[in-house]
């Protein structure tokens, strides 16, 4: 076996056409066993006696969606089950491409396994490469193949970059999560008002700032459909991810951090990713923590401790925000703080930021997956705000380490 392919796209016949385009000299056989449907392919050479033989076993699950069920309805349902619970028990470097990873395998449809079988097929990286950007892919490899980036199993992404192996490296730092609307965003012929009076609104604010609009990109959740974070789970999260942030900073060492999250009753609200953080701050994780500062204006925001957003073309300086509404602070008790917030901002304007952040994301998405840099916008700023944007509104249920930006 070269590697098993996996992808959100699903439907074999479609699925079928991305790969035998990539072997138009090829002798095609068509079988079917139990779930899998088998291609067997045979690139016949000058010489009769001589030929390359390749065996694709493709699969998808019962209910294309995206997330898994917790019954399985299919092998394949089964094997992504397995799969997760794999990735999730590795070591990283980079959390936060894992946790994009994790997002992303809940989203997987379909698979296939390439497996060599006769002689070796020429520019056989080019097709597999070819194949997994069709399909905006994941792949599971084994060592030693024309693909291997490391001495053990490990995935790779659609551009056949190292993802995670099982030593935890990783020389990625973005992996895109997309879904089909049709699996999530509801009937769009059944639209709110104020659904649509915000996308309406949006778009004219990126087309005044010239930035790329997606009018096929689908309207978000409607007031009626979303339910907000409290104040208390709001005051609670920024005042811990405040104080975990000074770390990234250097402000305070991460022994004081974990004595002020205790002492003050902060540490169940810290979360697991920010406690491994704390055990381990290594430069690399403060680089990627301190970005967090963006997260934090967004939720003081939402306390109404700030007044606005501001454009997401330079980045937020904590620093502006009065002392005496900020949550720590030497000998400062968080609590007083938490107690303090009783009211937040209205769902309306949460949700307009909401929206708004989500068209910036896929704009910048959009720029990297055709390798140009986007202008005008910091996309490590959109995708911050985004995330915390989406973890006030409840998406899909995700706590805070688990938050994703979908586009």
Request: proline share 3%; hydrophobic share 35%; aromatic share 10%.
């Amino acid at each position: 076996m070269i590697c098993t392919i996996y992808s959100h796209q699903s439907g074999f016949d479609d699925i079928k056409e991305i790969i035998l385009s990539n072997f138009p000299k090829a002798d095609i056989a068509l079988s079917k066993e139990e779930e899998s449907e088998i291609i067997d392919l045979e690139i016949k050479g000058s010489n009769l006696d001589f030929s390359q033989k390749i065996k694709i076993l493709y699969r998808e699950r019962a209910e294309p969606s995206y997330q898994i069920p917790e019954i399985d309805d299919s092998a394949l349902t089964a094997n992504l089950k397995g799969l997760y619970g794999f990735v999730y028990a590795l070591p990283t470097v980079n959390e936060k491409v894992k946790n994009l990873f994790l997002r992303k395998i809940e989203t997987l449809n379909s698979e296939f396994t390439i497996i060599q079988q006769v002689g070796e097929v020429a520019d056989l990286k080019t097709i597999i490469a070819n194949i997994a950007s069709a399909l905006d892919a994941v792949l599971f490899v084994q060592p030693d193949t024309v693909i291997s980036k490391s001495g053990g199993q490990h995935f790779l992404d659609k551009n056949l970059d190292l993802i995670i192996d099982t030593e935890g490296n990783c020389e990625i730092d973005e992996l895109d999560v997309r879904i089909n609307s049709v699996y999530f965003d509801g009937d769009q012929n059944e639209l709110k008002g104020d659904q649509l009076q915000r996308k309406e609104n949006n778009e004219n604010i990126l087309e005044e700032n010239n930035i790329k609009i997606n009018s096929n990109l689908p309207c978000i959740e409607s007031e009626e459909e979303t339910t907000l974070r409290t104040p208390k789970e709001i005051a609670q999260r920024v005042s811990a991810l405040a104080v975990v942030n000074l770390v990234a900073f250097n402000s305070i060492s991460p022994e004081e951090a974990t004595e002020y999250l205790q002492n003050y009753n902060l540490w169940d609200f810290t979360t697991g990713n920010e406690k491994e953080f704390l055990a381990n701050p290594t430069d690399d994780k403060k680089a990627n923590e301190s970005w967090k500062c963006e997260g934090i204006w967004v939720l003081m925001w939402a306390l109404n401790k700030i007044d606005t957003l501001d454009f997401p073309d330079e980045f937020c300086d904590l620093e502006n925000i009065d002392p005496d509404n900020y949550p720590v602070g030497q000998d400062k008790d968080p609590n007083v703080f938490i107690d303090s917030i009783v009211a937040i901002r209205s769902k309306s304007e949460i949700l307009d930021a909401n929206d708004l952040y989500y068209r910036f994301n896929w704009a910048c998405v959009d720029e990297r997956i055709n390798g140009r840099e986007i202008e005008g916008i910091n996309p490590g700023i959109v995708y911050e705000r985004q995330y915390a944007l989406n973890w006030l509104i409840n998406y899909m249920e995700q706590d805070w380490d688990s938050v994703t930006c979908d586009t």
